[in-house]
């Protein structure tokens, strides 16, 4: 019987680690208590971001409502804590 190579351990997935359109976000999950919320300067949907944070929301059992805004005179998605 051949033997085989046992696979390396797989490395952590970093839930902080946000990626909208090919820029990196760090974002505090563990910090963001009820009602908070926070502001990414990007141009992308609503949908991109969405997706982007999924497995983060998903992870921690947050449920989030996103909407698009302008602020400091910049573009993005402000993400907000409901539970």
Known sequence: MPR????????????????VQGVEYYVYWEKLTLGASFFLPTTGTIAQVKRAIRDAVRHHGYIVEL??????????VRVWRMN
């Open 67 to 76: 909407r698009t805004r302008r602020e400091y005179g910049r573009y993005g």
């Open 4 to 19: 085989t190579k046992a696979k390396p351990p797989g490395k952590p997935h970093d839930f902080r680690l946000v990626v």
